[in-house]
């Protein structure tokens, strides 16, 4: 007995010794953060880990710690705002380029389509923006896939990655080839990504077939024990007839994310489900508390992964292991920009845009500038389908960035409008088409319709990636405002007789300055008709003034802006300078109210400089934002006084002021400030605003006693205006409940209440 004691203490220990464990990560969308903190508790804790199975977001976390990066890494990575933009589709910030950023439309749903030369059409959507995830995942994975060799068993820690081919129906397990193009198609989540081609297939979401990979972690590397954490289980054991309706909308994510089968961990293994209650596959945002949801739930069962895992790794030597796999690493130098799916024209363009000419030879490139040049080429919508992968070349030792055209997104269908308590709802339908080929061709036509505002707009924008790139916009607008059907659901208001068409049509030049300003030039002819009356007693046997300005307007606009929301902003800043030139002829032909009987055509020339600035600061829940606005000009008094209050420049801070004639917030010189400050209710999606304004007209317009304008030179005078309400940040667009004030006689309080983006063009004398 003495003689066979020592044999079985060794026996043990060599079992101990060789013991291997395998980490199965699932699927859950948001809900997988939580892994990071479960991957934390087991390295703090010595448990080893030495293979890694993952689905979705399962295979995310699981990839970065098998490609070296140590849980603290991982967690601060998901707790950037980085991280945020990635997976709601912004760009990071000092990438967000202003050179495509064209005027904003009220457009609140875009359906991408694949037109051909035979005009074929393809249905090419996806919810979600991923051209931000893309360059990402590859410029993180880069040095891992390098040293693997695209052998997932050279990393850091052997890793399978799962993924779904939809059309055979069948799991794929993710081995060999580019890791993040691995871990970029096990979270391709059908309808919300576009997927992507590996090995010339197109790959979806792991979790379409195999969301809690147990079963490949066994066929893959026999462990002896299996640690399993699960972020999604079965929502309802038996159907849920009461609430059916209400959950329909959710069926995708229960058919792609909700397929975990606990039993499948086997009682040699440990099986970890922290406790999500309340939290949604979509709830990103809260990454912190995912996180420590996964820490306190492993080191509930510490004193079972520690019973089942007879053997330890340390701390510190897991550290020295990374340390030493990174260390073979060499530093992301982009030496080659290649192309998949480009013709040699198109090729050259985008080398153009990446500062690297002709198609033969390149022009090595850091990190940085690669990614400045993909941003710059993805913030036109044209490219935001190309896929990014940075590639390493082991017989060269060098790496390249290539380029993949996906199926491109050539015809775009944009539908939106607003619903408001006034009668200033409207539709809206843009649509938009692309050929590309030596050069990038945009052809837009948009429209609203709706009893307050009615506008067409057509335009050609054509893109030249030489002469340091321009680009040249050939423009017709055309709108009609109708003040006279005033209504309102929710209080009575006294209508404006006024009634607006105008027309431009022109031709734009842009080019850029630096990497985030825009310089415009500005060529255009316009025709304006105003037909109003001078009195507020109008009667149908009345007539209206007519008042018609025909010219042209030159000048320039300089804009830079990465504000975050096309209205209602709560982050970001905006310059905006201007200076035109305006030349035209006045037409007027009066009518029963005006105490001026005989028509009258004269010429003007006028300049006018316009400068605004809006920033918001970043301190948490509490965001405090400015506004300020310059207008300096020496445009001309027209025939009366109503005629030229209409037609001069006009300050507009609030959500409807453009709905109405605020006859004390327009002079042909004026400065103006206000705060405006956003209280985060949610991230992302509940804000409460409290805005304030003062403005100084410098030259202030009264209505003289024959009905024409004249000059206040009085310092003294000042306006207020002011706006307090909710808005909700839905898919539709804003939904804003607010109480609006100005300092104006005819509207000085009101309630408004509106669904979607309250944006209309601007009017032909505005910038």
């Given at each position: 007995m003495r003689i066979l004691f020592p044999f079985f203490i060794w026996l043990l220990t060599v079992t101990a010794y060789g013991q291997k464990v395998a980490l199965v990560l699932s699927g859950g969308g948001a809900k997988g953060i939580a892994h990071v903190g479960v991957i934390k508790a087991l390295e703090e804790h010595n448990i080893p880990i030495d293979y890694i199975v993952g689905t979705s977001m399962g295979g995310i976390v699981g990839g970065c710690y098998a490609a070296g990066m140590s849980p603290l890494q991982i967690e601060e990575m998901m707790l950037s705002d980085d991280f945020l933009r990635w997976v709601t589709g912004l760009p990071e910030k000092g990438f967000n380029f202003h050179y495509y950023n064209d005027d904003i439309s009220p457009g609140f749903l875009r359906v991408d389509l694949s037109l051909d030369s035979t005009l074929s059409v393809q249905f090419n959507t996806s919810i979600a923006n991923d051209a931000s995830l893309n360059f990402a995942l590859t410029e993180k994975m880069a040095v891992a896939s390098a040293l693997s060799r695209n052998n997932f068993d050279n990393l850091f820690v052997p890793l399978r990655v799962m993924a779904a081919d939809v059309f055979s129906q069948?799991?794929?397990?993710?081995?060999?080839?580019?890791?993040?193009?691995?871990?970029?198609?096990?979270?391709?989540?059908?309808?919300?990504?576009?997927?992507?081609?590996?090995?010339?297939?197109?790959?979806?979401?792991?979790?379409?077939?195999?969301?809690?990979?147990?079963?490949?972690?066994?066929?893959?590397?026999?462990?002896?024990?299996?640690?399993?954490?699960?972020?999604?289980?079965?929502?309802?054991?038996?159907?849920?007839?009461?609430?059916?309706?209400?959950?329909?909308?959710?069926?995708?994510?229960?058919?792609?994310?909700?397929?975990?089968?606990?039993?499948?961990?086997?009682?040699?293994?440990?099986?970890?489900?922290?406790?999500?209650?309340?939290?949604?596959?979509?709830?990103?945002?809260?990454?912190?508390?995912?996180?420590?949801?996964?820490?306190?739930?492993?080191?509930?069962?510490?004193?079972?992964?520690?019973?089942?895992?007879?053997?330890?790794?340390?701390?510190?030597?897991?550290?020295?292991?990374?340390?030493?796999?990174?260390?073979?690493?060499?530093?992301?130098?982009?030496?080659?920009?290649?192309?998949?799916?480009?013709?040699?024209?198109?090729?050259?363009?985008?080398?153009?845009?990446?500062?690297?000419?002709?198609?033969?030879?390149?022009?090595?490139?850091?990190?940085?500038?690669?990614?400045?040049?993909?941003?710059?080429?993805?913030?036109?919508?044209?490219?935001?389908?190309?896929?990014?992968?940075?590639?390493?070349?082991?017989?060269?030792?060098?790496?390249?960035?290539?380029?993949?055209?996906?199926?491109?997104?050539?015809?775009?269908?944009?539908?939106?409008?607003?619903?408001?308590?006034?009668?200033?709802?409207?539709?809206?339908?843009?649509?938009?088409?692309?050929?590309?080929?030596?050069?990038?061709?945009?052809?837009?036509?948009?429209?609203?319709?709706?009893?307050?505002?009615?506008?067409?707009?057509?335009?050609?924008?054509?893109?030249?990636?030489?002469?340091?790139?321009?680009?040249?916009?050939?423009?017709?607008?055309?709108?009609?405002?109708?003040?006279?059907?005033?209504?309102?659901?929710?209080?009575?208001?006294?209508?404006?007789?006024?009634?607006?068409?105008?027309?431009?049509?022109?031709?734009?030049?842009?080019?850029?300055?630096?990497?985030?300003?825009?310089?415009?030039?500005?060529?255009?002819?316009?025709?304006?008709?105003?037909?109003?009356?001078?009195?507020?007693?109008?009667?149908?046997?009345?007539?209206?003034?007519?008042?018609?300005?025909?010219?042209?307007?030159?000048?320039?606009?300089?804009?830079?802006?990465?504000?975050?929301?096309?209205?209602?902003?709560?982050?970001?800043?905006?310059?905006?300078?201007?200076a035109f030139h305006f030349s035209a002829r006045e037409n007027y032909i009066p009518g029963t109210t005006s105490v001026n009987t005989t028509p009258l055509a004269r010429n003007h020339q006028w300049f006018r400089v316009r400068a605004t600035m809006e920033q918001y600061f970043n301190r948490g829940a509490f965001r405090p934002g400015f506004y300020a606005e310059a207008v300096f000009s020496n445009q001309p008094f027209f025939r009366n006084y109503f005629g030229t209050i209409i037609n001069t420049p006009g300050f507009m801070p609030l959500q409807d002021s453009r709905t109405l004639i605020l006859e004390n917030f327009r002079s042909p010189n004026y400065l103006t400030v206000g705060a405006r400050n956003v209280i985060v209710i949610r991230p992302r999606t509940l804000d409460l605003r409290l805005e304030s304004y003062v403005f100084k007209p410098l030259a202030y317009i009264q209505q003289g006693a024959n009905q024409e304008a004249i000059k206040n030179g009085d310092l003294t005078t000042f306006f207020f205006a002011g706006t307090a309400g909710l808005v909700y940040h839905s898919p539709i667009g804003p939904l804003s409940l607010s109480a609006n004030y100005y300092d104006d006689d005819e509207n000085r309080f009101g309630v408004l209440f509106h669904v979607g983006f309250l944006l209309f063009n601007k009017h032909t004398l505005e910038d």
């Open positions: 069948a799991q794929v397990v993710l081995k060999h080839g580019s890791l993040s193009d691995a871990l970029r198609a096990t979270q391709t989540v059908p309808f919300f990504y576009t997927p992507i081609r590996i090995d010339n297939k197109y790959l979806f979401d792991g979790g379409v077939y195999n969301n809690f990979p147990v079963d490949v972690a066994v066929q893959e590397f026999e462990p002896d024990v299996l640690i399993g954490s699960n972020v999604s289980s079965k929502i309802f054991k038996e159907y849920p007839y009461n609430d059916d309706d209400k959950l329909i909308h959710r069926s995708l994510m229960y058919m792609l994310l909700d397929k975990s089968d606990p039993s499948a961990i086997p009682d040699s293994g440990v099986y970890i489900q922290p406790n999500l209650e309340g939290y949604t596959s979509f709830d990103f945002a809260r990454a912190k508390a995912l996180i420590d949801s996964g820490y306190v739930q492993t080191l509930r069962q510490l004193d079972e992964l520690k019973t089942k895992t007879a053997r330890s790794a340390n701390r510190t030597t897991v550290q020295q292991r990374r340390e030493a796999f990174l260390s073979k690493g060499v530093p992301v130098t982009i030496e080659e920009l290649t192309f998949k799916n480009f013709s040699a024209n198109q090729r050259k363009y985008i080398r153009r845009i990446f500062n690297v000419k002709g198609d033969d030879g390149y022009k090595p490139m850091s990190l940085h500038e690669a990614k400045q040049g993909y941003f710059k080429l993805i913030t036109e919508p044209y490219f935001g389908n190309v896929h990014p992968s940075i590639r390493y070349d082991s017989i060269r030792s060098t790496f390249q960035l290539q380029l993949t055209q996906r199926p491109q997104k050539n015809f775009q269908v944009d539908f939106g409008g607003v619903m408001a308590t006034r009668n200033i709802s409207n539709l809206y339908l843009g649509l938009d088409y692309y050929f590309f080929k030596n050069s990038l061709t945009h052809f837009f036509v948009g429209a609203q319709t709706g009893s307050f505002y009615k506008s067409l707009m057509a335009n050609t924008r054509i893109d030249f990636p030489f002469l340091g790139r321009f680009y040249i916009q050939p423009e017709v607008v055309m709108s009609e405002y109708d003040f006279v059907e005033g209504t309102d659901l929710i209080q009575k208001i006294t209508p404006t007789v006024l009634s607006r068409f105008d027309r431009k049509a022109g031709v734009r030049l842009g080019w850029p300055i630096g990497n985030t300003i825009k310089a415009t030039a500005v060529f255009n002819g316009f025709t304006n008709k105003d037909r109003y009356s001078n009195t507020k007693a109008f009667n149908s046997l009345d007539t209206l003034d007519d008042l018609g300005l025909r010219g042209f307007k030159t000048g320039f606009i300089i804009t830079t802006s990465n504000l975050d929301r096309k209205q209602y902003a709560s982050a970001g800043k905006s310059i905006s300078v201007s």
